[in-house]
């Protein structure tokens, strides 16, 4: 069973939306990726890692067909009555990219892919999408699918609260992403790897045209499971086939299942005009740079479009602060 996009009626009970998005409302969406995908890879760090953790902000582009295939028809009818219809602050956004008339895109797909290494990936239950009694610190996976506004973790650590998850769909145009990651196998009693795939798409709870039934403000790329008493449960995708052509249509490097390459990749389609190399350098720079003179932290740029590469560590991050280094400070127009 291949994954797509579903969603799930509401079932009854207040009408309850997300409400993290308005906790950066003082805050660029450009900082607010930064600061969260960096403080995550930070406390996901994996022990015995080969360095610190390592940041990949890459811009590309991918084709009409891998646009068409993954924001296909059963993810924009909800974008439509979520964003639009309901008069969301993306709805005019989403139109600008799309021919309504004929129901098709009209922009070519522009992705932001945000990647960590030497990090654990998101480990945990896919099952388990619902606080148990008992918290589970170490089900990274549903803390970073499932709960919204809420954590099982650790919150004496950054990033902790439950609402740093809105940055990654806030970012885009389309308030919509996915997340691949390389993480321990749950179903092996040896240390073994696994691939999780899955996306998330979060609007506003909304009705589909000339259809009564309301729907849910959250929709996810993934498998269903159908069966009685799991009321349509969104699991994640793990088959090989499906993950390694999702890995090639998006082009994402070093994902492969190896402890090198464990960690998550963030695709971020249509990102946001004020997300630019530029910018993302400036905010890893305000808000990073103890990590990247201590060592700790190294976090590359990359934009295929240009063919422009640029590293930020212990042994340039100085630079990049100079305006009268041509190739590292003016960059960034100080």
């Known amino acids: 069973m291949s994954a797509d996009w579903n969603w799930r009626k509401h079932t009854g009970g207040p009408a309850i939306e997300f409400q993290g998005y308005t906790d950066f409302s003082s805050m660029t969406p450009v900082r607010g990726l930064v600061r969260e995908t960096i403080q995550n890879a930070f406390d996901a760090q994996r022990d015995g890692a080969s360095g610190p953790p390592k940041m990949?902000?890459?811009?590309?582009?991918?084709?009409?067909?891998?646009?068409?295939?993954?924001?296909?028809?059963?993810?924009?009818?909800?974008?439509?009555?979520?964003?639009?219809?309901?008069?969301?602050?993306?709805?005019?956004?989403?139109?600008?990219?799309?021919?309504?008339?004929?129901?098709?895109?009209?922009?070519?797909?522009?992705?932001?892919?945000?990647?960590?290494?030497?990090?654990?990936?998101?480990?945990?239950?896919?099952?388990?999408?619902i606080a148990?009694?008992?918290?589970?610190?170490?089900?990274?996976?549903?803390?970073?699918?499932?709960?919204?506004?809420?954590?099982?973790?650790?919150?004496?650590?950054?990033?902790?609260?439950?609402?740093?998850?809105?940055?990654?769909p806030f970012a885009s145009k389309i308030k919509t992403f996915f997340a691949l990651s390389v993480r321990d196998k749950l179903t092996s009693k040896k240390p073994d790897l696994d691939y999780s795939l899955m996306g998330q798409s979060i609007i506003k709870n909304h009705h589909l045209p000339f259809k009564d039934d309301l729907w849910l403000w959250h929709g996810y790329y993934s498998i269903q499971d159908t069966s009685p008493g799991k009321k349509d449960l969104a699991l994640t995708s793990s088959e090989l086939t499906e993950v390694?052509?999702?890995?090639?249509?998006?082009?994402?490097?070093?994902?492969?299942?190896?402890?090198?390459?464990?960690?998550?990749?963030?695709?971020?389609?249509?990102?946001?005009?004020?997300?630019?190399?530029?910018?993302?350098?400036?905010e890893v720079l305000i808000n990073y740079i103890h990590l990247?003179?201590?060592?700790?932290?190294?976090?590359?740029?990359?934009?295929?479009?240009?063919?422009?590469?640029?590293?930020?560590?212990?042994?340039?991050?100085?630079?990049?602060?100079?305006?009268?280094?041509?190739?590292?400070?003016?960059?960034?127009?100080?």
């Not at 309901?86 to 522009?110: A, C, M, P, V």
């Not at 890995?247 to 997300?275: E, M, N, Q, V």
């Open 56 to 129: 990949t902000f890459k811009f590309d582009t991918v084709s009409d067909t891998v646009r068409d295939k993954y924001l296909n028809k059963k993810l924009t009818k909800h974008l439509e009555a979520g964003l639009v219809v309901k008069r969301d602050d993306h709805g005019h956004l989403y139109e600008s990219l799309r021919d309504h008339t004929k129901g098709t895109w009209i922009e070519e797909l522009t992705i932001l892919e945000v990647s960590d290494r030497n990090t654990t990936g998101l480990n945990g239950d896919i099952t388990k999408t």
């Open 292 to 334: 990247l003179l201590s060592g700790n932290l190294e976090v590359e740029l990359i934009d295929t479009r240009t063919g422009d590469t640029w590293n930020l560590m212990s042994s340039n991050c100085l630079l990049w602060l100079d305006k009268k280094d041509a190739t590292h400070g003016a960059l960034l127009g100080w």
């Open 132 to 168: 148990g009694w008992k918290p589970d610190p170490n089900n990274v996976f549903r803390q970073f699918h499932h709960a919204w506004g809420v954590s099982d973790g650790d919150t004496t650590r950054g990033g902790s609260w439950g609402y740093g998850k809105a940055v990654t």
């Open 244 to 282: 390694n052509q999702f890995i090639t249509d998006f082009h994402i490097l070093d994902r492969a299942l190896t402890d090198d390459d464990r960690g998550l990749s963030l695709i971020i389609p249509y990102p946001k005009d004020d997300i630019t190399m530029v910018e993302i350098g400036k």
